[in-house]
Every structure is written in structure tokens, then in C-alpha cells.
């Protein structure tokens, strides 16, 4: 029986993962900072160490003996400027490296699309071969989020090509799913409001993608030797328009939104114009704001999992509409 130490069980993806490698057998221990939120954990029969990602010390005693690390904890939201990401982003990365490679261990570590930056990523569907081979383009400074993934992404690699450890990565879009404490909450607060603002005429096929089949690649990614040193995207399960994944996410709200349509040319027009106005009075948080900001909603998702179908013989399962109904449904339950 194989030894999986994970961070951020308690997460999205984590708490996929636990499910996904619970199925195959595998012995589950996790690194929590918090026993009393990491319940659902132990009720699944996974061992609790008591640590900090950014504790190498910690981190490094929950990895002994195990034979796979899933580094999955990240700060996606934190408040505050560059350090409130840098801190557990890189030098919590750089801790799992030493941790897996102290205990002799494969190391999966989950990246994301954010390091392909905000420009970069929709220059992908226009390029020639494997995304994952393209050259990442440059990510504005104030991109922290982006900016940590990369460069802990980086760490990782660094260390796979230094022989350190062996590693690779996953580069989900964005995740959804049961359990889900950031995007699906989001968007049922907005469909909550008495009226809805609607962005676009709804055709867009949106960039998500289940947790289930981010597990399920990153298992497949640590346990295929063609994986070593490689990042695999995984960023499609059946493509799914803004307009029907908003039918779904009223049916598992169970409410029925009014909306307020606003054409996209106009709103990105007006963030374009705020957000120039907001950077040159030197406003904090002014660089999120811009004529692209809503691409997600306007554009088809650009991202591609081919490498994943190709190397690592992956398939999604997750029938998207009925996934994004069960996923609001998780909120209302919670």
C-alpha cells in the first residue's frame, strides 16, 4: 500500500484527491494547521500531522515514510500585497520540495493556468503544438497570484532537473465542485441579488473544469514515469456556454435570476476607462481593472488538456451541466 502525504486536504482539490486515492487503496496522511476544520478528514481515515506548509521542520516530519507528496495548499484570495502570497506560495513550495525529497518521495505539486499570464493565455489557441511548450509570456508585476504560481512552479522544476526529487505538476483553470469556497459561492451571491447583471449574449464556453478530473490527473501525473519534469493542463470536461451554466446553477440554487443583460463591448469598455483612470490616481488594487478583465465571461476558454489525453490517457468523466447543479446544490447544503 502506497503513503500519500497531501496539503490542502481540507480544499477543493485536497478533499478530491482524498476521495480519488481512497477508491485505489492508497494510506492518506495530511499536514493541518487546524484539527478542528480538518474533521471530515479524519472521519475518511486520514492520518492528521499538525503543521504549516511554511514550518519546514513540520513539513518535513508529516512526509517521512511517504512514497508521494500532493502539495495542493496555496493562497488563492489572502488579503493584503505580495508577501501575503510569496510567503505561502513560494516558500511554502520550496518546504515541499526539501519535504519530498528528504523522505524520498514523488512530489505532485498543483500549479495553474495563472502562470501562462494574463495576456499569454489567449495567445495559447493560436499557437502551434502542446500549450505546455509554448514560451510563458511576461506576467505584470502586480499579477501576485500569477506571479507566485510561476515562480513556485519554477522551484519545482528547478529542482526535477537538478535531481533533487521527481516532480511535475498540474495547471488547472478554474475549479468547481463540491466543497468549493471560492468561485461557486461567488457567482450564487451574484445570482442571489434581486437583479442579476448578465455580461454578454451568453455563448462563451467558460474555463472550468471539476475538481474530480483535477484529481484524477494529478494521480495520473505522479504515477506515470513520461510525467517527471512535466506540467499537464487540465482544463475541460465537456465544454459548457456562460448561458447554460447559468441554467444549472439556478436549478441547484433553486431560484430562478432576474436578469439585467449589459452588452460585453460596453462593460469593457467602462473597466477599461475605470481602471486607467484608477492607475494613474495610483489606486490600490487598479490593475485588475482593464478591457480584459472580463474575458473569462466573453471569451471561449483558450486552454487545451491534450497533453493530459495524450501522455497520460485521461478522459473526463464529469458531465458538466449535471456537475455545476450538484455544485450549487453543495453551497445551499452549506
Not at 18 to 46: I, K
Not at 258 to 280: E, K
Not at 288 to 293: E, G, K, P, Y
Given at each position: 500500500m502506497s503513503l500519500a502525504l497531501i496539503t490542502g486536504a481540507s480544499g477543493l482539490v485536497g478533499s478530491h484527491l482524498?476521495?480519488?486515492?481512497?477508491?485505489?487503496?492508497?494510506?492518506?496522511?495530511?499536514?493541518?494547521?487546524?484539527?478542528?476544520?480538518?474533521?471530515?478528514?479524519?472521519?475518511?481515515?486520514?492520518a492528521l500531522r499538525d503543521g504549516d506548509t511554511q514550518d519546514a521542520a513540520t513539513f518535513c516530519r508529516a512526509a517521512e515514510g511517504a512514497q508521494v507528496v500532493f502539495h495542493c495548499a496555496a493562497a488563492i484570495t489572502p488579503r493584503g500585497g505580495w508577501e501575503a502570497y510569496r510567503a505561502p506560495n513560494i516558500d511554502g513550495t520550496a518546504n515541499a520540495v526539501d519535504a519530498a525529497?528528504?523522505?524520498?518521495?514523488?512530489?505532485?505539486?498543483?500549479?495553474?493556468?495563472?502562470?501562462y499570464g494574463p495576456e499569454g493565455r489567449y495567445t495559447l489557441a493560436r499557437g502551434e503544438g502542446l500549450q505546455e511548450l509554448q514560451p510563458l509570456h511576461p506576467i505584470p508585476?502586480?499579477?501576485?497570484?500569477?506571479?507566485?504560481?510561476?515562480?513556485?512552479?519554477?522551484?519545482?522544476?528547478d529542482a526535477h532537473r537538478a535531481g533533487r526529487v521527481w516532480a511535475t505538476a498540474v495547471r488547472p483553470c478554474?475549479?468547481?465542485?463540491?466543497?468549493?469556497?471560492?468561485?461557486?459561492?461567488?457567482?450564487?451571491?451574484?445570482?442571489?441579488?434581486?437583479?442579476?447583471?448578465?455580461?454578454?449574449?451568453?455563448?462563451?464556453?467558460?474555463?472550468?473544469?471539476?475538481?474530480?478530473?483535477?484529481?484524477?490527473?494529478?494521480?495520473?501525473?505522479?504515477?506515470?514515469?513520461?510525467?517527471?519534469?512535466?506540467?499537464?493542463n487540465v482544463t475541460n470536461d465537456a465544454p459548457l456556454s456562460v448561458r447554460d451554466f447559468y441554467e444549472a446553477a439556478q436549478e441547484g440554487l433553486g431560484?430562478?435570476?432576474?436578469?439585467?443583460?449589459?452588452?460585453?463591448?460596453?462593460?469593457?469598455?467602462?473597466?477599461?476607462?475605470?481602471?486607467?483612470?484608477?492607475?494613474?490616481l495610483r489606486i490600490p488594487g487598479s490593475w485588475?481593472?482593464?478591457?480584459?478583465?472580463l474575458d473569462f465571461l466573453l471569451q471561449d476558454n483558450p486552454f487545451s488538456s491534450e497533453r493530459a489525453r495524450i501522455e497520460l490517457g485521461w478522459t473526463s468523466t464529469v458531465d458538466s451541466r449535471a456537475a455545476v447543479v450538484e455544485a450549487f446544490r453543495d453551497c445551499v447544503a452549506r
Open positions: 482524498v476521495e480519488r486515492l481512497r477508491r485505489d487503496g492508497w494510506a492518506l496522511r495530511a499536514l493541518v494547521r487546524d484539527r478542528a476544520t480538518a474533521a471530515w478528514l479524519s472521519a475518511q481515515g486520514v525529497a528528504r523522505a524520498g518521495a514523488r512530489l505532485l505539486h498543483l500549479s495553474s493556468v495563472a502562470v508585476r502586480q499579477w501576485w497570484y500569477a506571479r507566485s504560481k510561476r515562480e513556485s512552479e519554477a522551484l519545482v522544476m478554474v475549479i468547481y465542485g463540491p466543497r468549493d469556497r471560492q468561485f461557486i459561492p461567488r457567482v450564487a451571491a451574484v445570482l442571489r441579488l434581486p437583479v442579476a447583471p448578465r455580461i454578454g449574449n451568453g455563448r462563451a464556453v467558460l474555463s472550468i473544469v471539476h475538481a474530480r478530473s483535477v484529481a484524477e490527473v494529478a494521480v495520473r501525473a505522479v504515477t506515470s514515469e513520461i510525467a517527471g519534469g512535466r506540467a499537464y431560484l430562478r435570476a432576474r436578469w439585467l443583460p449589459i452588452p460585453g463591448s460596453v462593460v469593457q469598455a467602462a473597466m477599461g476607462g475605470l481602471g486607467a483612470a484608477l492607475r494613474a485588475v481593472l482593464s478591457a480584459r478583465s
